[in-house]
Nanobody, 121 residues
C-alpha cells in the first residue's frame, strides 16, 4: 500500500523559511507527479506547487518567487522550500502524488496526512 509521509512543518516568524519533505513508500510502479497543496481554516484546499517526473513545475501565483519545489527520484521524495513566509501562508500543507501501483492499473492520487505550517506576524 502506498503511503506519503510528510515532515518539516512548524512555527516560524514572518520572513522566515521552512522546508517540507514528503516521501512515498510502499509498492508501486511509477510516480508521475508529486506536489503540495494547502488548506487554511475556513478555506478550500488549494494547489501550492507540483513537479512532474520530468522536472516540469507549476506554482500557485502566491508561491511564485518565494517557494521552490524539487524532487529526489531515487528517494521518491518531494521537497518544498518556502522562503519569505507570510502569515497568510499559515495552513495545513498536504503532500499529493499521482502514482501507478501496478502495470495493469490506472494511476491515482494519494494524499499525506498533512503537516501544520504556522507563520506568526
Amino acid at each position: 500500500q502506498v503511503q506519503l509521509v510528510e515532515s518539516g512543518g512548524g512555527l516560524v516568524q514572518a520572513g522566515g523559511s521552512l522546508r517540507l519533505s514528503c516521501a512515498a513508500s510502499g509498492s508501486f510502479l511509477r510516480i508521475f507527479m508529486m506536489g503540495w497543496y494547502r488548506q487554511a481554516p475556513g478555506k478550500q484546499r488549494e494547489l501550492v506547487a507540483v513537479i512532474t517526473n520530468d522536472g516540469s513545475t507549476n506554482f500557485a501565483d502566491s508561491a511564485k518567487g518565494r517557494f521552490t519545489v524539487s524532487k529526489d527520484g531515487a528517494k521518491n521524495t518531494v521537497y518544498l522550500q518556502m522562503n519569505s513566509l507570510k502569515p497568510e501562508d499559515t495552513a495545513i500543507y498536504y503532500c499529493n502524488a499521482n502514482i501507478r501501483e501496478r502495470l495493469n492499473s490506472d494511476s491515482r492520487a494519494y494524499w499525506g496526512q498533512g503537516t501544520q505550517v504556522t507563520v506568526s506576524p
